[in-house]
């Protein structure tokens, strides 16, 4: 409370002070909106992001490392594959079905051998294996994990440029594990996510 005796510029002041403790409030909460914002986006950065890519790269580049004679025993087969299709759009390996889509045909799929089954369980969490005309000579082992992002192992042709290859279909990033094989991060946008593997 302003005694009545307080010079004119004290009262003012004084009269004036809830208004500015209003303001100071809202100006702290916005700060601190703002600060959650930027813990929580940073937050999402690192596991959605290129931290996030690091530490799965790191996961899938040493399952390669164990198993690399199983990648290449995969790739021979999805070859073999290709070359008995030679007209199919696309080849997919899930470990109980192989499944064929020729050009304008729908997409076959029969059930997998023992042998498919056997080479298929030696690669754990890949959720399939893609072969398509598109992306010619090349073999891609998919891991879905528990949920996105989707990340991937490519097997390639001598003389691919995985980062421009990256680059051109829209992966956010790549990391090389030996000649003919790399690591490709996942595709952020979901259109282009589907015309990669449609």
């Known amino acids: 409370m302003v005694r009545s005796d ?11 002070s809830p208004g500015r403790i209003v303001l100071v409030t809202l100006i702290v909460v916005a700060a601190l909106i703002l600060a959650w914002r930027v813990v929580v986006l940073g937050a999402l950065e690192a ?8 530490r799965r790269f790191d996961e899938l580049e040493t399952a390669f490392e164990h198993r690399q004679p199983a ?21 997919a390996w899930s470990l109980g079905l192989i499944c064929v889509r020729d050009a304008g045909r ?4 029969e059930p997998t051998t023992p042998r498919d089954q056997a080479a298929y369980k030696d690669l754990p969490g890949v959720d399939v294996i893609v072969r398509q005309s ?65």
């Open 47 to 54: 596991h959605f992001g290129s931290g996030f890519d690091d």
């Open 134 to 198: 598109k992306d010619e000579g090349r073999t891609f082992f998919r891991f879905h994990g528990d949920d996105p992002p989707r990340y991937t192992i490519m097997h390639a042709s001598g003389g691919t440029d995985v980062a421009a290859y990256a680059e051109d279909h829209g992966f956010r990033s790549t990391r090389s594990l030996k000649p003919g094989w790399a690591i490709l991060g996942p595709i952020p946008d979901v259109d282009r996510e589907e015309d990669q593997w449609q």
């Open 106 to 109: 729908a997409e076959a799929c």
């Open 71 to 91: 990648f290449a025993r995969a790739d021979a087969r999805m070859r073999e594959l290709a070359a008995a299709h030679p007209r199919a759009e696309r080849i």
């Open 6 to 16: 307080a010079p004119e510029p004290e009262r003012r002041l004084r009269r004036r």
